[in-house]
T-cell receptor, first 111, second 109 residues
Framework: EAQVTQNPRYLITVTGKKLTVTCSQN?????MSWYRQDPGLGLRQIYY???????DKGDVPEGYKVSRKEKRNFPLILESPSPNQTSLYFC??????????FGPGTRLTVT | EDQVTQSPEALRLQEGESSSLNCSYT??????LFWYRQDPGKGPEFLFT???AGEEKEKERLKATLTKKESFLHITAPKPEDSATYLC??????????FGAGTTVTVRA
């Protein structure tokens, strides 16, 4: 089944403790991206990647890092999480077309 | 800066009561306008892509239309299973996707 998977789905952590949210897609898509979703603000793009080893900032990149060493994986790294990074995170991917396909989401709480 | 505004924020309908959702946008060079459906606790699910003014797409009880400044998502004779948040997004020439805040639709039986 074609899909985008994220892990973990739920995470509660403390301020300053480094964490990684994994994203993997099995559709051989070149383009992958990360979004955060907050009430009243909609989905905002954090980072995106056009292909392996090619990444760029979205609208809200501060406090996040990404890497794209393999085509199928695009992890999101929070090196020193803060409470304002409490949010619902989505990974997405697409091929040559414009339609993006989203993962199931990761709900992160930073205390 | 690209902007996407959706209205209304929330819409409560009786089963069978048709209505429309609005998505107005400003973007430098529209490559595509997208509609997604999002159920609580889940990722957005792709519905439609519209590329140019005058284009229309249909899927079951949903029909999306596009003008140069806005898009409408028409819901005809909705059923309770159409209850969801509907998201509009635009893609500009630099591959950046900008989302609106969404319209939450509740359909009562």
């Amino acid at each position: 089944e074609a899909q985008v998977t994220q892990n973990p789905r739920y995470l509660i952590t403390v301020t300053g403790k480094k964490l990684t949210v994994t994203c993997s897609q099995n559709m051989n898509h070149e383009y992958m991206s990360w979004y955060r979703q907050d009430p009243g603000l909609g989905l905002r793009q954090i980072y995106y990647s056009m292909n392996v080893e090619v990444t760029d900032k979205g609208d809200v990149p501060e406090g996040y890092k990404v890497s794209r060493k393999e085509k199928r994986n695009f992890p999101l790294i929070l090196e020193s999480p803060s409470p304002n990074q409490t949010s619902l995170y989505f990974c997405a991917s697409r091929s040559g077309g414009l339609e993006q396909y989203f993962g199931p989401g990761t709900r992160l709480t930073v205390t | 800066e690209d902007q996407v505004t959706q209205s209304p924020e929330a819409l409560r309908l009786q089963e069978g009561e048709s209505s429309s959702l609005n998505c107005s946008y400003t973007v430098s060079g529209l490559r595509g306008l997208f509609w997604y459906r999002q159920d609580p606790g889940k990722g957005p699910e792709f519905l439609f892509t519209l590329y140019s003014a005058g284009e229309e797409k249909e899927k079951e009880r949903l029909k999306a239309t596009l003008t140069k400044k806005e898009s409408f998502l028409h819901i005809t004779a909705p059923k309770p299973e159409d209850s969801a948040t509907y998201l509009c997004a635009v893609q500009a020439n630099d591959y950046k996707l900008s989302f609106g805040a969404g319209t939450t639709v509740t359909v009562r039986a």
